[in-house]
C-alpha cells in the first residue's frame, strides 16, 4: 500500500512539473541577442566566449533539454557554437560552457526572452550575466526596462551593460 501511495505521489509530482517546462516551448526558434550584462564586465569583452551573438534555440520536451546555437567572434572571425542545457525540477537550465553554468528564464514574451546565468568558470571565479535575446531584430522599450529592472536586482552595475545589437555580422543560418 505504502508502494502505491508512493507511486502515486511521485506521478502526481512529475505531472505538476511538466506544464511548466513546456511553456520554454515558446522559446523554441531563432533569436537574436539584443543586451548582456555581467557583474565581471571582461567576460563580455570581444574576443570572449561569452560574448555570444544567438541564433536558435531547440526544445526537447520529453528529454528536459534545450539546444541553443550560437556564434562568438574571436578577432573578427565569426564561430558557431552550440550547447545542450538540462533542465531539472526547478527548471534551472544546467550548461556545461566555460565552466558550469545555471541558466534561469526569468520572462518569455513572443518577440524577448529574458534570462539569468551564474557562471563558475575552471579558476572558480563566479559571474553572473543577464541576456535579452529578441525576434525580430530589436525589442521595445519595455523589454529593455525589465532587463535593466533585473540587471538592477542582481546587482549588476548599469555601466556593465554591453549593447550587442548593431554588433552581429555572423552568418544568420
Not at 516551448?25 to 567576460?43: P, R
Not at 526596462?145 to 552595475?157: D, T
Request: proline share 4%.
Amino acid at each position: 500500500m505504502k508502494i502505491l501511495l508512493l507511486s502515486l505521489v511521485l506521478v502526481a509530482v512529475c505531472d505538476a512539473q511538466l506544464p511548466v517546462f513546456s511553456e520554454f516551448s515558446q522559446l523554441a526558434g531563432q533569436w537574436k541577442t539584443m543586451y548582456m550584462a555581467a557583474s565581471n564586465l571582461e567576460k563580455l569583452s570581444e574576443n570572449s566566449p561569452f560574448r555570444g551573438y544567438m541564433r536558435d534555440i531547440a526544445v526537447d520536451i520529453p528529454r528536459r533539454t534545450m539546444h541553443f546555437k550560437f556564434f562568438i567572434k574571436v578577432n573578427g572571425e565569426c564561430t558557431e557554437k552550440s550547447v545542450v542545457g538540462t533542465v531539472r525540477l526547478n527548471n534551472m537550465i544546467n550548461v556545461d560552457y566555460e565552466g558550469t553554468n545555471n541558466f534561469q528564464v526569468v520572462k518569455i514574451a513572443p518577440t524577448f526572452m529574458l534570462g539569468y546565468d551564474v557562471n563558475v568558470d575552471a579558476e572558480g571565479r563566479t559571474t553572473y550575466f543577464v541576456l535579452l535575446i529578441g525576434r525580430p531584430h530589436h525589442v521595445g522599450e519595455e523589454a529593455f526596462e525589465k532587463f535593466k529592472e533585473l540587471v538592477r536586482q542582481k546587482n549588476i552595475p548599469e555601466e556593465n551593460i554591453v549593447k550587442l545589437i548593431g554588433t552581429d555580422d555572423c552568418p544568420n543560418n
